[in-house]
């Protein structure tokens, strides 16, 4: 008798635990890039801390020569960083920018419009980004429900692979808080199945 009171016990101060750590979550503001202001992808949504959504729209469609992607530039008419402004925003920032878009074969030398290039940005389905699109990077917040918590993160492989079985399987009803080893290595991020799971702040 004594050791199912320990047992149960044991298991509700864990559920507890669990509920404190998604109150938190909950409350934790992460960031999405897109090429628009909006919530879209066909393999889930990516959120994580802002330099990882920063690294991450920046190797999809090229780095500002100045600035930031912040929802007022139309993308065909910004001036993009080719490979000498790359290096010094590299020794600026303390990290690799020339990675994606920013290393394509027909990558200038000198900074450049994307219309110059005739290599075109495109998105994970390889859907062209339109020139008229105004990025941007955004907060948000999860109001979905997740399967695991920030402090029991998934690989970002085994995320990923979950995620796309799951929806392709129709029957992605969780997010999955995982390790980034790509953009902002070491951070938390997330992917959850659709817009319903986060609310814009």
């Known amino acids: 008798m004594e ?3 320990f047992i149960a016990t044991t298991i509700r101060e864990y559920l507890n635990e669990q509920n404190m750590v998604n109150e938190n979550y909950h409350n934790t503001t992460f960031y999405h890039g897109s090429t628009d202001k909006n919530l ?9 801390t802002k330099l990882a959504a920063t690294q991450a729209l920046e190797a999809r469609i090229g780095v500002p ?3 930031d992607w912040d929802g007022t530039r139309e993308y065909g008419k910004t001036l993009l960083a080719g490979k000498k402004r790359l290096r010094e925003i590299e020794q600026e920032r303390g990290y690799y920018v020339t990675t994606g878009y920013n290393i394509g074969r027909d990558m200038p030398e000198e900074d450049y419009f ?10 994970s389905d390889r859907t062209p980004i ?18 695991n918590s920030p402090n029991n993160p998934h690989s970002d492989d085994k995320a990923n692979s979950m995620m796309i079985r799951n ?10 808080f995982y390790t980034n080893i790509g953009e902002d290595a070491g951070s938390i991020s997330a992917v959850v199945p659709n817009s319903s799971f986060l609310r814009i702040l």
Request: avoid cysteine.
């Open 65 to 67: 020569s100045e600035g």
């Open 130 to 147: 339109l020139f008229t699109s105004k990025p941007i990077i955004f907060p948000v917040q999860i109001i979905g429900r997740m399967t």
């Open 167 to 176: 929806l392709r399987m129709g029957n992605a009803k969780s997010g999955y």
């Open 114 to 123: 994307p219309t110059d290039r005739k290599e075109r940005a495109v998105y």
């Open 40 to 48: 879209e992808g066909k393999n889930g949504i990516h959120i994580g």
């Open 3 to 5: 050791l199912r009171k």
